[in-house]
């Protein structure tokens, strides 16, 4: 062949392997599907029922009602049986990977020599060694396989026998798995045939040795294999273990006859016609069929024995006693246990037939109703998808919601009518052009590539943002929780964006946020981005605070189960900011496709995010984006850690920028205004001028004015409360007075108002100076008043909520190095941590890296005074240094390693 890429010729010894190989194979194939049509044929699988049930009574038949001579052809019988049933393991061996579940013989990554050896040995299905077990049980019922093993003997040995083959009669009933495999072949022997019927009746070709025109659904296959082993289990498991936990009564009226005989004959006092009388006793009550009394010399001195009763008796059925109690008397008793061995055959084929009918009823009523209401319904909807893919314009969709079989309310149904519907929609929106895109994309299993482009490698900085307490929130909100998320959200993306990053990810309660490094940057550039990053992360936080209002502004009832389970309740985030490489690309399908970061680096930003619980801090930095800081932002960090996660990393630095959520963030602005165009002087009593919530400053305590309190208390109680000066939100207060919105103990117009308006009697007897109105000695002009502002209350609540149900304005001015300094929401984020308190946690961070750990320690007890306990690394690392007795671990190399608990 001229056309022949030389490149590519195989050589003639190759090919010929190759073919040789193929040949087999296509072989194998062939033999076993030979095999395996040999096994469901009709004939043979009728053959192997009747052998089971023969299995399952041919023991206890013989021995009800069976003479002794029949007993070898019971036994060739049950021979033949053992030997078919273990060529029937054989063959489905064969013909059915997943029956013998061999495993890989090949050592896979990561395993050890032990672990592999465990997965090798490891093999066989469950009904593979149901099977085994079952026909392993017949040897129990062939004397020249276990011999004498089951037979009876005398005293203990007899009753352990006794047991010992209740026990294997229990443990046979395993046989009936196979009656069970059996019925459930030709139940779907019979649904290929009726398919194949009703296609052929539908006018299309069946091929009648095709076994896949009926396919089960997976769910289906799935809820049938795990109901049936389950109720299988659960009726063997009770079957095997009652008769062990049941106490079994052994009879031992022969073995004590055969004593008190032994003790008459022993005793010089008793005569012979006394002794004579015991045995005949013995013989006509207790079934003996032999005594024999012999002296030392051997000579017989009694001797009574049925021999013909003795050779009609089974072996099994004979029980041997012999007493000698060293006197040169012997006794030799033998008793005839048929009729007990009888009784014993009849009630253990009753108990075969009641678990027949207990375990067709048990799989029966766990599968029935699953089979009806799901497995049946999602098989007629996969057919009615696989239609749908066939002709998307052809299917008549109103005629396909109201299918039968379908019970009304039930979610299968509601599924239906779903798609029901959207194949409707799609036939409107797609329109005979989109049909074949419609079949296409159904019958395709994966999809295509089109949309996904070329992924690329890119450096960025990630910043990984968790909602605190979101679980709890979700709970309390319900559906309200979407405005709570993208509220948040909004707030965080704008800020993002104003400092040159990108949202990526949206996680419910997390956000992943890239600012990403391009190749054309210069290191001032870099170096400017991770800044903006880092104060990014601030502003997220300050406005957080600011727009706490806006955020919860739900509905009275959302409001009241959140205020019950956090009653000072404020929005929190968990951050971290982490650099590193990724992989960009695009995941997903042409229905739905997501631009994405997959690298270690951002885990290692959510790292750094849920290490904020740990360490106490709002925000965590790692080593590497602490390095690409300028060092104006680098001068307001501090390390708080250095630690290695696990042996495939190198150790890594933690560090943070310190931040305090305590702060009123609206009256440090207004703060910052007055003091840029400071109000005339006025002469009024000195007020407190804190601006921190729980601060060390007085107020000490935070008054969480929930959104309409005072509206609502109105309502409810029908008291006015004093609004003059008032501003409602619980950031909102009257110049000069505290952040709850209530007066510092001034006189207003003559009148007293007490802080906070706490004691309800002062609330009842208050009086408003602005408007004259005292809740005491009420006149009609009084009552006019009330209502008057009752109306200023109920205007004021409503523009209130008008104003809060419109998007915050955030306005943040862009980033230079000298906002670290002149930005005073920023500066005031991180006043508990002045230069004094970084210099001197500078030298407790070294000493312990270092490993001068009580050095360390002492240096972190004095930041965490100085904080007045609040600092969080502080207690952290102190708890660190006290779990290990106060001095660093034995080798320690400066890092915390997590990999070995350290």
């Known amino acids: 062949n001229n056309n022949t890429n030389p490149s590519k010729v195989i050589p003639m010894g190759l090919q010929r392997s190759n073919s040789i190989s193929q040949m087999e194979t296509d072989q194998m194939v062939v033999l076993k599907k030979k095999v395996d049509k040999f096994l469901n044929n009709n004939y043979v699988v009728t053959f192997m029922m009747i052998l089971t049930f023969w299995a399952l009574f041919s023991n206890d038949i013989r021995v009800s009602a069976a003479p002794k001579e029949a007993d070898e052809g019971f036994v060739a019988v049950v021979t033949i049986a053992f030997i078919l049933f273990v060529i029937e393991i054989a063959l489905t061996s064969f013909v059915d990977p997943e029956y013998i579940a061999l495993p890989d013989w090949e050592a896979q990554p990561g395993e050890s020599t032990l672990e592999t050896w465990m997965?090798?040995?490891?093999?066989?299905?469950?009904?593979?060694?149901?099977?085994?077990?079952?026909?392993?049980?017949?040897?129990?019922?062939?004397?020249?396989?276990?011999?004498?093993?089951?037979?009876?003997?005398?005293?203990?040995?007899?009753?352990?026998?006794?047991?010992?083959?209740?026990?294997?009669?229990?443990?046979?009933?395993?046989?009936?798995?196979?009656?069970?495999?059996?019925?459930?072949?030709?139940?779907?022997?019979?649904?290929?045939?009726?398919?194949?019927?009703?296609?052929?009746?539908?006018?299309?070709?069946?091929?009648?040795?095709?076994?896949?025109?009926?396919?089960?659904?997976?769910?289906?296959?799935?809820?049938?294999?795990?109901?049936?082993?389950?109720?299988?289990?659960?009726?063997?498991?009770?079957?095997?273990?009652?008769?062990?936990?049941?106490?079994?009564?052994?009879?031992?009226?022969?073995?004590?006859?055969?004593?008190?005989?032994?003790?008459?004959?022993?005793?010089?006092?008793?005569?012979?016609?006394?002794?004579?009388?015991?045995?005949?006793?013995?013989?006509?009550?207790?079934?003996?069929?032999?005594?024999?009394?012999?002296?030392?010399?051997?000579?017989?001195?009694?001797?009574?024995?049925?021999?013909?009763?003795?050779?009609?008796?089974?072996?099994?059925?004979?029980?041997?006693?012999?007493?000698?109690?060293?006197?040169?008397?012997?006794?030799?008793?033998?008793?005839?246990?048929?009729?007990?061995?009888v009784e014993s055959a009849n009630f253990s084929i009753g108990t075969t037939i009641f678990v027949m009918f207990l375990l067709i009823i048990g799989t029966w009523a766990f599968s029935t109703d699953v089979e009806e209401l799901v497995i049946e319904p999602i098989e007629k909807m996969v057919s009615l998808v696989k239609k749908i893919s066939d002709n998307p314009l052809g299917v008549n969709y109103d005629a396909m919601a109201k299918m039968e079989g379908f019970a009304a309310g039930m979610e299968t149904t509601i599924l239906l009518a779903t798609i029901a519907k959207l194949g409707g929609l799609m036939k409107v929106g797609f329109g005979a052009a989109g049909a074949d895109v419609i079949g296409k994309n159904l019958k395709t299993d994966a999809g295509g590539g089109a949309y996904f482009g070329s992924p690329i490698r890119i450096t960025s900085i990630f910043g990984f943002c968790d909602v605190r307490q979101f679980t709890d929130t979700t709970e309390c909100l319900q559906e309200e929780v979407m405005l709570f998320v993208n509220r948040i959200a909004f707030i965080l993306h704008t800020i993002v964006v104003h400092y040159h990053g990108a949202a990526n990810k949206?996680?419910?309660?997390?956000?992943?946020?890239?600012?990403?490094?391009?190749?054309?940057?210069?290191?001032?550039?870099?170096?400017?981005?991770?800044?903006?990053?880092?104060?990014?992360?601030?502003?997220?936080?300050?406005?957080?605070?600011?727009?706490?209002?806006?955020?919860?502004?739900?509905?009275?009832?959302?409001?009241?189960?959140?205020?019950?389970?956090?009653?000072?309740?404020?929005?929190?985030?968990?951050?971290?900011?982490?650099?590193?490489?990724?992989?960009?690309?695009?995941?997903?399908?042409?229905?739905?496709?997501?631009?994405?970061?997959?690298?270690?680096?951002?885990?290692?930003?959510?790292?750094?995010?849920?290490?904020?619980?740990?360490?106490?801090?709002?925000?965590?930095?790692?080593?590497?984006?602490?390095?690409?800081l300028s060092p104006a932002a680098k001068k307001y960090v501090r390390q708080v850690d250095r630690l290695r996660r696990n042996e495939k990393e190198e150790p890594l630095g933690i560090y943070c920028y310190d931040i305090d959520l305590t702060v009123d963030f609206a009256e440090v602005l207004a703060a910052a205004k007055r003091a840029a165009n400071p109000p005339p002087p006025v002469e009024s009593k000195p007020v407190g001028t804190s601006i921190r919530r729980g601060s060390v400053q007085v107020p000490t305590h935070v008054a969480i004015n929930r959104p309409g309190d005072k509206l609502k208390s109105v309502k409810e109680h029908g008291k006015i409360p004093n609004v003059t000066g008032q501003q409602h939100g619980s950031n909102s207060r009257a110049a000069g007075g505290n952040k709850d919105g209530s007066a510092n103990n001034r006189n207003i117009g003559g009148s007293t108002t007490r802080k906070g308006g706490n004691n309800p009697n002062d609330s009842e007897e208050r009086i408003n100076a602005s408007a004259g109105v005292s809740t005491r000695g009420r006149t009609q002009s009084n009552v006019d008043n009330d209502a008057l502002l009752l109306q200023q209350l109920q205007d004021m609540e409503a523009a209130r909520k008008k104003k809060l149900a419109e998007k915050p304005v955030i306005e943040i001015k862009p980033y230079t190095e000298l906002s670290w300094v002149d930005d005073v929401e920023v500066v005031e984020l991180r006043h508990n941590v002045n230069d004094k308190f970084r210099g001197i946690w500078a030298d407790g961070i070294t000493a312990y890296i270092n490993g001068d750990w009580p050095k360390a320690r002492d240096i972190f007890q004095e930041t965490l005074t100085m904080s007045n306990g609040k600092d969080g690394p502080s207690k952290f690392l102190i708890s660190v240094i006290d779990e290990s007795q106060g001095k660093a671990p034995e080798g320690w190399q400066g890092y915390r390693d997590e990999s070995e608990g350290h």
């Open 119 to 341: 997965r090798r040995l490891t093999f066989g299905g469950f009904y593979f060694w149901l099977d085994w077990l079952a026909t392993f049980t017949l040897l129990f019922e062939i004397p020249w396989a276990l011999g004498d093993a089951v037979s009876g003997g005398s005293g203990v040995q007899s009753a352990k026998a006794v047991r010992l083959v209740r026990l294997v009669r229990m443990v046979r009933l395993v046989r009936l798995v196979k009656l069970y495999k059996y019925a459930q072949q030709a139940k779907e022997l019979q649904k290929k045939r009726l398919a194949k019927e009703e296609r052929r009746k539908a006018g299309e070709k069946v091929d009648d040795d095709n076994d896949l025109i009926v396919e089960e659904s997976h769910v289906g296959a799935a809820m049938a294999d795990i109901t049936n082993k389950r109720v299988l289990i659960l009726i063997l498991v009770m079957l095997i273990i009652v008769p062990v936990l049941t106490v079994s009564e052994t009879d031992f009226a022969g073995k004590d006859a055969c004593h008190i005989i032994h003790l008459m004959a022993s005793d010089p006092n008793v005569s012979a016609d006394g002794l004579d009388r015991a045995v005949k006793f013995a013989f006509a009550h207790i079934n003996m069929i032999g005594v024999i009394i012999t002296d030392s010399v051997g000579d017989h001195s009694y001797n009574e024995f049925e021999q013909h009763h003795y050779d009609e008796a089974r072996s099994t059925d004979i029980s041997k006693y012999i007493f000698d109690n060293g006197s040169n008397i012997v006794t030799k008793c033998w008793s005839d246990g048929a009729d007990l061995n």
């Open 506 to 628: 949206n996680i419910g309660d997390a956000f992943l946020l890239t600012w990403k490094l391009e190749e054309k940057y210069s290191p001032t550039e870099c170096s400017k981005l991770a800044d903006e990053a880092l104060i990014a992360f601030c502003h997220m936080h300050i406005q957080l605070c600011k727009y706490n209002d806006h955020i919860l502004n739900f509905s009275e009832a959302g409001l009241d189960r959140l205020y019950k389970r956090f009653p000072t309740y404020r929005v929190k985030l968990g951050t971290g900011l982490h650099v590193g490489w990724a992989i960009e690309g695009a995941i997903g399908s042409e229905r739905k496709i997501d631009a994405t970061y997959l690298s270690p680096h951002v885990n290692m930003s959510e790292f750094l995010e849920s290490s904020t619980k740990t360490y106490g801090v709002s925000l965590l930095l790692s080593e590497p984006f602490y390095k690409l």
